[in-house]
């Protein structure tokens, strides 16, 4: 996905003119940032998620992209093995994917031990993404119906 907007604070992180003018972000498509203006740009959407506003709900998204452009990187990574789901950080994703969804599969509702972790899209970027795994019950798995 590409942006097609961005906050004031990110334009002056990025040194872009605000308001956005015409064209900004091909101007923009190869700004890299380090990791102190990552830090700074956290800071600043941080405090601007607080408002109960426009502001706040796009703050909101913008944290969500700087988490996972880590995220996108390291299934990137661990996607290249030729046995990525027999990975260390396969395991650690389910384990911590079920105990986010309280042991309740995803599809039906149900509380159980017998739970299996799936991908809704089969995405190498998005392996290890939780937005992109669903908690299933070996009924619900059988299904095939992955949509939430």
Same mark, same amino acid.
């Given at each position: 996905?590409?942006?097609?907007?961005?906050?004031?604070?990110?334009?002056?992180?990025?040194g872009?003119?605000?308001?956005l003018?015409?064209n900004w972000l091909k101007?923009?498509?190869?700004?890299?940032?380090?990791?102190h203006?990552i830090g700074?740009?956290?800071?600043?959407?941080?405090?601007?998620? /607080? #408002?109960?506003s426009r502001?706040?709900?796009?703050a909101?998204k913008?944290?969500?992209?700087?988490?996972? %452009?880590h995220v =996108?990187?390291?299934?990137?990574?661990v996607?290249?093995?030729?046995?990525?789901f027999?990975? /260390? #950080?396969?395991?650690?994703a389910v384990?911590a994917?079920?105990?986010?969804a309280?042991?309740?599969?995803? %599809?039906?509702? =149900?509380?159980?031990?017998?739970l299996?972790v799936?991908q809704?899209?089969?995405?190498p970027?998005?392996?290890?993404?939780?937005?992109?795994l669903?908690v299933l019950?070996?009924?619900?798995?059988?299904?095939?119906?992955?949509?939430?």
């Amino acid at each position: 996905m590409k942006p097609t907007t961005c906050l004031p604070v990110e334009a002056i992180l990025f040194g872009i003119a605000y308001p956005l003018k015409k064209n900004w972000l091909k101007q923009c498509a190869d700004v890299v940032l380090s990791k102190h203006q990552i830090g700074v740009l956290r800071k600043a959407l941080t405090e601007i998620c /607080e #408002e109960d506003s426009r502001r706040g709900y796009f703050a909101s998204k913008g944290l969500k992209v700087l988490e996972r %452009g880590h995220v =996108v990187e390291m299934s990137l990574h661990v996607h290249r093995d030729q046995f990525p789901f027999q990975t /260390e #950080e396969w395991t650690y994703a389910v384990r911590a994917k079920i105990n986010m969804a309280n042991s309740r599969c995803q %599809g039906c509702g =149900v509380v159980s031990s017998q739970l299996t972790v799936k991908q809704i899209k089969a995405v190498p970027a998005l392996f290890l993404d939780f937005d992109n795994l669903l908690v299933l019950c070996t009924g619900c798995e059988k299904d095939g119906q992955y949509a939430r």
